[in-house]
């Protein structure tokens, strides 16, 4: 816009499917930015912060191919160099290491690797059908991951990340499980399920067996969305799950753990988080995350609202050079 003071004010149109991780409190006001903004694509970003609040994992195209970088203020460290897919980074609970998904002729495999680099890489879950490491407990014990069955669509299973590494069912059924969720103290695992036939956000305590699934069904589960929730995660402190509606927004269940019995409470809408995919579709993975200290870290589509507005003093586009 040119105001006749010699003015001239424009904003940048963004870029088509542009994304950029931005800082946001629950009130979904902006407050920083990490690393720049990248292209769009089919898979990407999947942004998880370490447990010092201090680095952030991502899954990035790199020449044709999408690894695992690690960014930290200015820097940005590239963990996996292989011609394979690496995406949807874990991060250990003391920061020294990140698990991926990496596919590998015959199938998927769940790698491990330093999160300060080296190009070390370890097998935790050998190659098989599609799999996604999605939490890994806080006292270091388990990592949870999902595993696509041919009967049982999708399942929730967790591997012991010491000692005998054989992976154990968590929850398996005739319904899709995905993203499941260690809450901050190890006893309960949230996650969505379609066994409604939409998809719902539940709880349940935390046992993993070494038999028969059937076997995994004590103490219950607790719905914890009331019209529909995807891809959940806690708050740090437990005291509520986080979860997007089927409209985009992000969601907020308060929690009350004050005993054995979990009670959830009413949802609430905190914000629209305008993820990059809309944020509902489940094959773009989860794009949002939150920070020890509270903040969410969104995976956001950028478009002309949310490019900075320029300022022309002085302007004159007759006047001769």
Do not use: C, H
Not at 32 to 45: H, I, L
């Amino acid at each position: 816009v040119a105001a006749t003071a010699g003015q001239l004010a424009y904003r940048a149109g963004g870029i088509a499917g542009q994304q950029q991780l931005i800082w946001v409190d629950r009130t979904g006001k902006a407050g920083g930015t990490v690393g720049v903004p990248q292209s769009g694509g089919t898979v990407g970003a999947m942004p998880r912060v370490s447990p010092d609040g201090r680095r952030v994992a991502v899954s990035r195209t790199t020449q044709a191919n999408i690894d695992i970088w690690v960014l930290e203020g200015d820097r940005a460290s590239r963990l996996t160099f292989d011609a394979g897919l690496d995406i949807s980074p874990v991060w250990s609970p003391d920061g020294s290491r990140v698990v991926y998904l990496s596919t590998r002729p015959g199938g998927s495999v769940l790698n491990q690797t330093l999160a300060r680099g080296g190009r070390t890489e370890e097998p935790v879950v050998a190659s098989g059908p599609f799999k996604l490491a999605s939490s890994w407990s806080a006292d270091g014990r388990f990592l949870m991951y999902q595993s696509t069955d041919a009967e049982t669509k999708s399942d929730l299973w967790v591997v012991p990340m010491a000692g005998d590494r054989t992976p154990r069912v968590f929850l398996k059924t005739p319904f899709i499980e995905r993203f499941g969720a260690f809450s901050p103290d190890g006893r309960w695992v949230a996650y969505q399920s379609d066994e409604t036939g939409r998809n719902e956000i539940y709880v349940r305590p935390f046992v993993a067996t070494t038999g028969d699934a059937s076997t995994n069904q004590p103490g219950g589960q607790w719905q914890v969305s009331s019209a529909g929730g995807i891809m959940p995660t806690w708050r740090p402190d437990g005291k509520e799950i986080y979860f997007l509606s089927p409209a985009g927004m992000m969601m907020a269940t308060p929690i009350r753990l004050t005993g054995a019995p979990l009670e959830p409470g009413a949802p609430v809408e905190l914000f629209n988080p305008r993820i990059f995919g809309s944020g509902v579709d489940a094959q773009q993975g989860r794009q949002y995350d939150v920070a020890p200290d509270g903040r969410f870290l969104i995976n956001t589509v950028l478009d002309e609202a949310a490019a900075p507005i320029t300022l022309i003093q002085n302007w004159n586009p007759g006047a001769r050079k």
